[in-house]
C-alpha cells in the first residue's frame, strides 16, 4: 500500500487521515494525536494562532512534519477569507490554505458562492486551496474551474457528529469531479469515515470526534485505522451491491440462454 | 425589528404561575426535541427542571464538548471611568453613591492595556459609566486605538447607542458588544431606573440588535437575575438571544448569567437565584441554543466556577478588577471603589492552572484583528 500516495498541492500524501486542532481540553495531546493517527494534514484556525504568546501557542504542539492547513474560521465574506489567508502566508504558515466562509452562527454552513471567490482569488495567488463546502455538484465545479487543489463537501454540519449525512451528494462529487475530494465536518466515528473511505473519497478530516473523545490518542488511531481499511476496501474493488435479491424464478428465462 | 414586541407579547400573557404548569414530561420531551421552542425553554426553567439537573446536564454538557470542545475562552474587563449621570438604584456607580470618581487618561489606559496584556490575556472588555460629556464615543475611539496595540480582541460594555455609533466603534476597532437590559420586566424597569438617559427602557433593549447591524461580531445581552422575578427574565434572555440569532445569523449571540451581589447602594435583590436554579438556567440555555456564547464572571464563587465549567460555559473573567485603574500601579486611586463586589479574585495564572485541573484548555487569543473594517485599511 505504501505506492498509493494522495497529492494535492505538489505533495505526497501517505495518510489520508487529515486531523484539526480544535477543541482539545489540552493542546500537548496533540502530538499524540498526530502519532496515534498516522496523519500528515493538520488543520489550524488562524484566529487561534498567536506567534506573540508569552505562554502556550497551539503551533507549538504541531509536530514539525505535518503539513499546516491554516483555516480561515471567523470568515464571513470572500474578501476576509482572503485576507485571513494572505495573513496566514505573511506569518510563515505556507501556501496551504482551507477556505472556511460561514455567515451562519447557528448551522455553521458554509457559503458557496464567497468560497468560490475566495478561490479564485487565492489559487491565482500560488496558494494551494482547499475549499469547505456543501456537498453540491455546481459549486464544486465551479472551484474547480476556479484552481481549487481539492474539494472538501461536508458529511453533516460542523461539530454535529452525524455522520455521512450528505453520501448520496458526495457519491456524485467522487464520480464527477476531477479533484481529490476531501470529507470533511461531521463524521462522528471511525466506521463513518471508513464508509466514505469506501466509497471513493480521496481523505477524511477529522477534528470533533477526536478531540472531544475521552481519550483522544486512542480515538485518533481508531479513526487511523478506519481510514486504511476502508481505502484497502476502495481498492480492493468491493463486489458490487445488489437493491434486491437475485430471482429465484427470473422473468426472462423463458427467452433461453443467448 | 425590534424585539420589544414579541417581549411586550409574552408579557402581557405571563403570569408567574405559567412556569409551574409544567411537568417532568414536558421538560423531557423539551430535551428530547432536535430543534425545541421557546414553550420548551420555559418547561426547561422551570421548577419542574429541578428534579432533572441531572439528565440535562448529561446533555447540555454533550452538546457544550460537540459545539466548543473542552475549551474555556479568557478575557478580563478594565473599568475606564466610573462617571456616570444614571440612577440605577441597584448599582455602585449610581450617580447618588458618594463614591470616588475618575477616568482613565489615555496614557493610563496604555499602562493598564500593557499590564493587562503581561498576564497573556488577549481579549479585552472595556467599561464605562453612562456619562458621554466626559466618557462618550469620542473616548472609547481614542482608547480602542491605544488598545488595540495589546489586544486582538476589544469588546464595549458601556451606554447605549445608535447604530451609527456603534459603526464607528466598529472601524475604530471594537469587534463586541455587551448589553446588559437588567430586567426585560418594563415597569419595573421604570421604578429602577427613575433619571438618567439609561431610563429609556425601549433604546437599551433594541441596542444589542443596532450592535448586530453595525457589524459587531460578538454581541452578549443578559438581566442582572434577582432584580424581577429570575425565571422570567431568564426567559426574556433567552428569547432575545435566540431572536438576534434568527436574524442576525453571522452574528456569535452570546448571554451572561449574573446574579445580584452585595453593593455600595442599598438596593437588595427581589429574588435570589440559588446554584442550583443558575446550573438549570445555564444547562436550560445550552439546550435551547446549543451554539451560543455563555459568559460567567467573577461574581461567582471560585469552587462554583469550577464546577460548572463542563455544563455550558464558553467564556470566563479571569484577573478581575473592577475598579477604574485597578490593573497597575501608574494607574491606580487610592481607596477606589468597584462597582460590584467580586466573589473570585484569583489571577489569570491561578485560573488558568484551575481550568487546566478540570480537563479544559484555557483559550487566550480566539480573534485576529484582520477581521472587520479595520482589517480592510
Known amino acids: 500500500m505504501s505506492e498509493d500516495i494522495l497529492e494535492i498541492g505538489g505533495r505526497g500524501i501517505a495518510s489520508r487521515l487529515f486531523t484539526g486542532t480544535g477543541k482539545y481540553g489540552d493542546d500537548s495531546l496533540i502530538p499524540g494525536v498526530c502519532e496515534a493517527s498516522g496523519s500528515e494534514v493538520i488543520t489550524v484556525a488562524l484566529r487561534r494562532v498567536d506567534l506573540n504568546a508569552g505562554t502556550e501557542n497551539v503551533m507549538d504542539h504541531i509536530p514539525g512534519h505535518m503539513q499546516l492547513l491554516p483555516n480561515t474560521s471567523g470568515a464571513r465574506t470572500a474578501d476576509e477569507a482572503v485576507r485571513i489567508a494572505r495573513l496566514a502566508r505573511a506569518m510563515g504558515c505556507g501556501d496551504w490554505i482551507k477556505i472556511e466562509v460561514i455567515s451562519d452562527s447557528r448551522y455553521l454552513l458554509p457559503d458557496g458562492y464567497e468560497t468560490a471567490k475566495a478561490t479564485e482569488i487565492l489559487a491565482k495567488e500560488g496558494f494551494v486551496v482547499l475549499p469547505y463546502i456543501n456537498a453540491d455538484l455546481y459549486v464544486a465545479r465551479s472551484l474547480a474551474d476556479a484552481g481549487a487543489a481539492a474539494v472538501m463537501p461536508l458529511g453533516a454540519p460542523i461539530g454535529t457528529n452525524r455522520g455521512l449525512k450528505t453520501r448520496e451528494m458526495i457519491r456524485i462529487l467522487i464520480e464527477e469531479i476531477d479533484l481529490p475530494i476531501v470529507v470533511d465536518a461531521g463524521i462522528g466515528r471511525p466506521s463513518e469515515a471508513c464508509e466514505a473511505m469506501e466509497m471513493g473519497a480521496d481523505a477524511v478530516l477529522v477534528n470533533t470526534a477526536i478531540a472531544t473523545a475521552s481519550d483522544p490518542i486512542r480515538m485518533a488511531g481508531a479513526f487511523g485505522r478506519a481510514v486504511r481499511a476502508g481505502r484497502a476496501a476502495y481498492l480492493a474493488g468491493p463486489g458490487a451491491t445488489r437493491r434486491h435479491a437475485d430471482a429465484s424464478s427470473p422473468l426472462t428465462g423463458f427467452l433461453g440462454a443467448v | 425589528m425590534s424585539f420589544y414586541p414579541l417581549i411586550a407579547e409574552y408579557a402581557a400573557s405571563l403570569p408567574d404561575a405559567r412556569f409551574a404548569e409544567f411537568t417532568g414530561e414536558d421538560v423531557r420531551r423539551a430535551m428530547e426535541r432536535t430543534t425545541p421552542t421557546a414553550e420548551d425553554f420555559m418547561a426547561l426553567i422551570s421548577p419542574a427542571g429541578l428534579p432533572l439537573l441531572e439528565e440535562m446536564a448529561q446533555k447540555a454538557t454533550r452538546l457544550t464538548a460537540r459545539y466548543f470542545g473542552r475549551t474555556i475562552s479568557l478575557f478580563t474587563p478594565l473599568y475606564l471611568s466610573n462617571f456616570c449621570t444614571?440612577?440605577?438604584?441597584?448599582?455602585?456607580?449610581?450617580?447618588?453613591?458618594?463614591?470616588?470618581?475618575?477616568?482613565?487618561?489615555?496614557?493610563?489606559?496604555?499602562?493598564?492595556?500593557?499590564?493587562?496584556?503581561?498576564?497573556?490575556?488577549?481579549?479585552?472588555?472595556?467599561?464605562?459609566?453612562?456619562?458621554?460629556?466626559?466618557?462618550?464615543?469620542?473616548?472609547?475611539?481614542?482608547?480602542?486605538?491605544?488598545?488595540?496595540?495589546?489586544?486582538?480582541?476589544?469588546?464595549?460594555?458601556?451606554?447605549?447607542?445608535?447604530?451609527?455609533?456603534?459603526?464607528?466603534?466598529?472601524?475604530?476597532?471594537?469587534?463586541?458588544?455587551?448589553?446588559?437590559?437588567?430586567?426585560?420586566?418594563?415597569?419595573?424597569?421604570?421604578?429602577?431606573?427613575?433619571?438618567?438617559?439609561?431610563?429609556?427602557?425601549?433604546?437599551?433593549?433594541?441596542?444589542?440588535?443596532?450592535?448586530?447591524?453595525?457589524?459587531?461580531?460578538?454581541?452578549?445581552?443578559?438581566?442582572?437575575?434577582?432584580?424581577?422575578?429570575?425565571?422570567?427574565?431568564?426567559?426574556?434572555?433567552?428569547?432575545?438571544?435566540?431572536y438576534l440569532m434568527d436574524r442576525y445569523p453571522e452574528v456569535d449571540i452570546a448571554v451572561s448569567l449574573p446574579r445580584m451581589r452585595p453593593h455600595a447602594g442599598e438596593y437588595q435583590p427581589a429574588s435570589v437565584v440559588s446554584d442550583r436554579e443558575l446550573v438549570q438556567l445555564m444547562l436550560a440555555l445550552r439546550i435551547f441554543l446549543p451554539r451560543l456564547g455563555i459568559t460567567i464572571s467573577t461574581r461567582e464563587a471560585p469552587g462554583f466556577r469550577e464546577n460548572i465549567m463542563p455544563l455550558g460555559v464558553t467564556r470566563m473573567s479571569a484577573g478581575v478588577s473592577t475598579a477604574v485603574g485597578g490593573h497597575s500601579d501608574t494607574a491606580t486611586d487610592d481607596k477606589d471603589v468597584g462597582q460590584f463586589e467580586i466573589s473570585d479574585g484569583r489571577s489569570v495564572d491561578e485560573m488558568c492552572a484551575v481550568i487546566k485541573a478540570q480537563g479544559f484548555q484555557p483559550v487566550f487569543k480566539d480573534w485576529e484583528p484582520i477581521f472587520g473594517a479595520r482589517g480592510a485599511a
Open chain 2, 86 to 242: 444614571n440612577h440605577c438604584v441597584y448599582c455602585g456607580f449610581n450617580c447618588r453613591n458618594d463614591i470616588h470618581r475618575s477616568m482613565l487618561t489615555l496614557d493610563q489606559v496604555d499602562a493598564e492595556g500593557a499590564a493587562i496584556a503581561a498576564t497573556g490575556l488577549k481579549h479585552l472588555l472595556i467599561l464605562t459609566g453612562d456619562a458621554t460629556a466626559k466618557a462618550g464615543v469620542d473616548y472609547l475611539e481614542e482608547c480602542t486605538g491605544v488598545l488595540n496595540k495589546h489586544f486582538p480582541s476589544v469588546s464595549i460594555e458601556v451606554f447605549a447607542m445608535t447604530e451609527e455609533e456603534y459603526a464607528r466603534l466598529v472601524r475604530a476597532g471594537v469587534d463586541g458588544l455587551t448589553m446588559f437590559q437588567e430586567t426585560y420586566n418594563e415597569a419595573l424597569y421604570a421604578i429602577l431606573h427613575p433619571k438618567g438617559p439609561k431610563r429609556d427602557f425601549r433604546f437599551r433593549l433594541d441596542a444589542p440588535e443596532r450592535g448586530c447591524r453595525a457589524g459587531m461580531r460578538v454581541v452578549n445581552v443578559g438581566a442582572l437575575l434577582g432584580l424581577d422575578q429570575w425565571r422570567r427574565d431568564a426567559l426574556f434572555t433567552g428569547l432575545h438571544a435566540s
